[in-house]
């Protein structure tokens, strides 16, 4: 992976070597983080794409499916630290990017940086926050950097949000406005395991969700390279219009108040670029368009009140969309 950021060519197109290497790095991660979560290896691949495409996470789950030991088992397999925030009703904004403190000792002010500033950062429960906590992330999710009394700082790189929220207890929560829903880049859920990997996780001895086992196989540099380079992989204009075709048609659907913005299909077009390096392509074909639609783009189609009472869901819409909006087809000259 070091001639990804080394190399010559690097500000060239991704060539077949550049891809087999980043499809190793990537198998590496995903191994790894599977020490401590079983079972789930589709999702797992699924945040470590986004975690590479510079983009963050939204987990829907209800408690005890390992969302938290997910999001420390990325952050051991990339060798980055992990920070944690349990988002309650009275946590302040200060308590997420950090504040400036008097020392007495040495009578300056100096910043003492809040849990944003690692790697990967765990927002537990964030529906739990008032919405001024809420948008206390909103700069650091979308600009990489804190502004705290006019002097702004950079977090690290690479930089994740894995957030979580429990969509069955909703007492006491804070819906995310659209605007900080359009800052995750995909939303997904782990989910219960099949028979046997429960089975597994349940017999005595098993490594499952044991972070401390999960092996460190990267460093963030190196995954920082690797990102950098996948952002001059190939996509067609066909592909490109597909893309704009799906956002237009879920926008334009009798049933969404709102759809993807631009931003959200710039958003999926850099997880198609990772996607394809990971299943090793140094291009982009239609089948990984429909499979990263539903996570990038559902959670940003809002749908009108009379189409929720009528029990539409978004998903609905975005699978209906990829049903009617036909893929571009092999060139046949």
Do not use: W
């Amino acid at each position: 992976m070091t001639a990804i950021a080394d190399s010559p060519r690097a500000s060239g197109p991704v060539t077949e070597t550049d891809v087999a290497e980043f499809r190793r790095l990537h198998q590496r991660l995903g191994d790894a983080v599977e020490v401590a979560v079983h079972g789930k290896r589709a999702t797992v691949d699924l945040v470590l794409v986004a975690a590479i495409a510079g983009g963050h996470v939204l987990l829907e789950d209800v408690p005890g499916t390992g969302k938290t030991t997910l999001a420390r088992a990325v952050a051991r397999a990339l060798g980055g630290e992990m920070r944690r925030v349990q988002f309650t009703p009275d946590l302040l904004p200060s308590d997420v990017t950090g504040t400036t403190v008097f020392d007495p000792r040495s009578g300056e002010v100096r910043f003492r940086p809040g849990p944003v500033f690692a790697h990967v950062v765990l927002a537990d429960e964030i529906n739990r926050a008032a919405a001024k906590t809420q948008s206390a992330l909103l700069e650091v999710m979308e600009e990489r950097t804190v502004t705290v009394d006019g002097s702004t700082r950079a977090v690290p790189d690479p930089f994740v949000v894995i957030a979580t929220q429990n969509p069955v207890d909703l007492d006491g929560t804070y819906r995310l406005p659209e605007a900080q829903l359009d800052r995750f880049l995909v939303r997904t859920a782990l989910g219960y395991p099949d028979a046997e990997h429960e089975l597994d996780v349940l017999r005595p001895g098993s490594h499952a969700g044991r972070v401390d086992d999960v092996p460190v196989v990267s460093t963030p540099g190196v995954v920082a390279a690797a990102a950098q380079r996948l952002t001059m992989l190939h996509v067609a204009d066909p592909l490109l219009r597909y893309v704009r075709e799906i956002g237009v048609a879920i926008r334009t659907d009798p049933r969404v108040r709102l759809g993807a913005s631009t931003r959200g299909l710039k958003a999926l077009v850099r997880c198609l670029q990772v996607y394809a390096a990971s299943q090793g392509r140094h291009y982009v074909v239609p089948h990984d368009v429909q499979r990263l639609v539903e996570p990038v783009l559902a959670h940003r189609t809002v749908l009108t009140r009379d189409a929720l009472l009528a029990g539409h869901r978004p998903v609905d819409v975005v699978h209906e969309v990829l049903d009617t909006v036909h893929p571009p087809q092999p060139d046949q000259s």
